[in-house]
């Protein structure tokens, strides 16, 4: 199973941006796929995640009313619509996905057994 994030790069501050996750080698439509987000000193930290096979999300309380998660199944892709950016939403944004037939309903890096390399957003005016 193949995660391959993209898309970050430097933005103004309420300014936007568009991930995205191309994901490949699910064996069923059963797993959830996340994005997570590591800024300098901190811990990596849960952003959105969506449950494939359900359409259920769910959203870091920072990140609520500003980001939007969704997915496109026939490009086996997930995005992650981030507007209102914040200087404070700097980091690395990864995505990361359950196994095949995992379906997991949490922001906790953990829970997640597959992880994309890293793609750099950078909120600076």
């Known amino acids: 199973l193949q995660l391959q994030a993209s898309g970050g790069g430097l933005v103004q501050p309420g300014g936007s941006l568009r991930l995205a996750c191309a994901a490949s080698g699910f064996t069923s439509d059963d797993y959830t796929i996340g994005w997570f987000r590591q800024a300098p000193g901190k811990e990596r930290e849960g952003v959105a995640y969506v449950i494939n096979s359900h359409d259920i999300t769910n959203y870091a309380d920072p990140v609520k009313g500003r980001f939007t998660i969704s997915k496109d199944n026939n490009k086996s892709a997930v995005y992650l619509q981030m507007n209102s950016l914040k200087p404070e939403d700097t980091a690395v944004y990864y995505c990361?996905?359950?196994?095949?037939?995992?379906?997991?309903?949490?922001?906790?890096?953990?829970?997640?057994?597959?992880w994309g390399q890293g793609t750099l957003v950078t909120v600076s005016s």
């Open positions: 990361a996905s359950t196994r095949s037939n995992r379906i997991v309903q949490t922001l906790n890096p953990p829970y997640y057994d597959y």
